[in-house]
């Protein structure tokens, strides 16, 4: 049998919305992604290089929550087509660590440019847009 904890309507609509939100952007990366000739989960996994500047392979399959077999294939894709550089980490040889080329970096940076104004952040004035990030902040706190 199962039991279904009640929820509270507003609970509920901020649900809603959030997976509204999400596949809003689900549809905005995977445009850009596209016009760029990638997948969304290449796009996914450049931008999340791009933000640590070096990145172990593990490290990309827990950011994009994916087995590290799938992130291999991402991976030698990216690097077959010049946006990725793969190389020994220097702690550990077994360990690989990633890197964007400038290719790379130009790619990920053109679709960061364009992803707010596909989500519409352009519609928010400042302070809804402090309070929007305040909320997030506040959700995704550990």
Do not use: W
Request: hydrophobic share 40%; glycine share 6%; with cysteine.
């Amino acid at each position: 049998m199962v039991y279904y904890r009640y929820m509270p309507p507003a609970h509920q609509q901020i649900c809603d919305d959030i997976l509204l939100v999400l596949n809003q952007m689900k549809g905005a990366v995977t445009e850009l992604a596209e016009a760029e000739g990638l997948t969304k989960m290449q796009l996914f996994a450049l931008y999340s290089i791009q933000q640590h500047e070096t990145l172990a392979m593990g490290k990309v399959a827990g950011i994009l929550h994916c087995d590290a077999s799938n992130v291999t294939g991402i991976i030698d894709r990216l690097v077959l087509q010049g946006y990725v550089i793969r190389q020994e980490a220097p702690h550990d040889r077994r360990a690989k660590t990633l890197r964007l080329t400038p290719q790379g970096a130009e790619i990920t940076q053109r679709a960061t440019a364009l992803l707010p104004t596909k989500l519409g952040c352009h519609k928010l004035n400042s302070q809804e847009a402090r309070a929007f990030h305040e909320i997030v902040q506040k959700l995704c706190a550990s």
